[in-house]
């Protein structure tokens, strides 16, 4: 990816030229100086460098995924929203559904990979995101919470620990915040890869906020 390059005297006047472009702050910015000429005795002094912005990473995502649509053939609408550093949640309308989201998420799993690792590589640092396919990861965190749940109290009556199957991290994210509040239920993560899946244990007197 080419990103757009300024060049003027100074780092600091040319900042503010591709904050000016951008619409948006110095602050915003990311940038790599390409080039200094020293110039002779001061005259002809420049400095080149290339610079993105946030709304640079939001485009990239967009049209990523909405190149896939075409080149696919299929329909889909797609709306990219910053969530936090570096995280990025993105809203999937399509009539696909079915083959974008595949048997218990598999497909959408992988995919979410696939455009998390072009825009981490094209940007040149890690970029978090997550693709929602017609609320699909909604009822799913529904669905898995009101599992664990069920299973958590499971584990409070006979105080034997339970090992879930294994599922990508945002989904162990949502049934660890939906039991943090739980008394006597803890949450930690084991195995690799895709291997790693959630533990649900007994813990006498976790203090609950």
């Known amino acids: 990816m080419e990103f757009e390059?300024?060049?003027?005297k100074t780092l600091e006047e040319a900042l503010k030229k591709a904050a000016i472009e951008k619409?948006?702050?110095?602050?915003e910015l990311s940038y790599t100086v390409i080039e200094e000429k020293p110039g002779f005795l001061g005259i002809g002094k420049t400095v080149e460098i290339e610079v993105y912005c946030d709304k640079d990473i939001q485009n990239f995502i967009h049209d990523y995924i909405q190149n896939y649509f075409d080149n696919a053939e299929l329909d889909g609408e797609t709306i990219v929203e910053k969530d936090g550093d570096d995280f990025y949640r993105v809203v999937v309308n399509t009539n696909n559904n079915a083959i974008l989201i595949g048997k218990n998420g598999k497909s959408l799993q992988s995919f979410n990979r696939l455009v998390?690792?072009?825009a981490s590589a094209a940007f040149k640092r890690r970029i978090r995101l997550l693709i929602d396919v017609n609320g699909y990861k909604k009822d799913r965190y529904e669905k898995i919470c009101r599992m664990a749940i069920r299973i958590a109290k499971d584990v409070r009556r006979t105080k034997v620990d339970a090992e879930l199957d294994p599922m990508p991290a945002d989904e162990r994210k949502a049934i660890h915040n939906a039991l943090s509040k739980m008394a006597d239920i803890s949450t930690h993560s084991e195995g690799e890869g895709m291997?790693?899946?959630?533990?649900?244990?007994y813990t006498p007197g976790k203090e609950v906020e």
Do not use: D, Q
């Open 116 to 118: 998390k690792a072009a």
């Open 195 to 201: 291997n790693r899946h959630l533990c649900i244990l």
């Open 23 to 27: 619409e948006t702050t110095v602050e």
């Open 5 to 8: 390059r300024f060049t003027e």
